[in-house]
């Protein structure tokens, strides 16, 4: 029953992740629109802000629900203990509460720390999860598995790709946050527009390879390519 409820909610985390990633793809569409009123692209801007929370929150929860998966089911591989969920768990929390914290940090003194600690997260998971799933891919029987676990090493590949499309993300996007709000307060001219429209247009491969790397992860979740079960 555990894994079963564990399974419920790893596919809620991503139609959640993907499905909320979709919108925010959408209502950025109308923010460039010069033609709208002001209010018009103000609503779609705090549309926009609000629906991103939910794959940030997925992002996160992804990890653990995983992790407790794989510990659950962990075919032979004795470093799949239960402590080792209950760590991920807390590490997830607290990284979470990171990402709430960086999401409301608006006029927040300590908002430029929350977000050097959140980022260093993500680029240490990017390189653990990237390493060890190219060591389960190209090993013989890997941690003693025996089911040919290469699907799901290529999960977590993917996962660690998604991640990595995020940061991607924030760094075309560097120039978006002060350009919108220039242009919220009236004060709108051809260079904030232009960084606006530049910005996200930049953003845009980085999404699409986030899209991919969710269904091929949840392809492969449900799939299981190659493995002896």
């Known amino acids: 029953m555990i894994r079963e409820i564990l399974i419920f909610i790893h596919i809620v985390l991503f139609v959640y992740w993907l499905g909320a990633d979709m919108g925010v793809y959408y209502a950025s569409r109308f923010i460039v629109k010069q033609e709208l009123s002001l209010d018009a692209r103000a609503t779609a801007a705090k549309i926009m802000e609000f629906v991103d929370m939910s794959p940030r929150v997925c992002l ?34 607290i990284w979470l509460y990171l990402v709430v914290r960086n999401y409301r940090s608006h006029g927040d003194a300590r908002a430029a720390l929350i977000r050097r600690i959140d980022l260093s997260i993500r680029y240490v998971l990017v390189v653990v999860l990237a390493a060890v799933s190219l060591y389960v891919l190209f090993a013989n029987n890997p941690f003693g598995v025996t089911t040919n676990p290469r699907w799901l090493a290529l999960k977590v590949l993917f996962y660690s790709f998604a991640i990595f499309g995020g940061i991607q993300i924030r760094r075309t996007l560097v120039a978006f946050g002060p350009a919108m709000g220039k242009i ?13 429209v530049l910005s996200l247009k930049r953003s845009l491969p980085w999404v699409h390879t986030i899209w991919f790397c969710v269904l091929a992860a949840a392809f492969l979740g449900v799939t299981k390519i190659g493995a002896h079960v």
């Open 60 to 93: 996160v929860l992804i990890l653990p629900t995983g992790v407790s998966l794989m510990v659950v089911d962990n075919k032979g591989a004795t470093f799949l203990s239960p402590l080792l969920a209950i760590v991920t768990w807390i590490g997830a929390l």
């Open 184 to 196: 919220l307060a009236g004060n709108s001219d051809a260079e904030a527009e232009g960084a606006v």
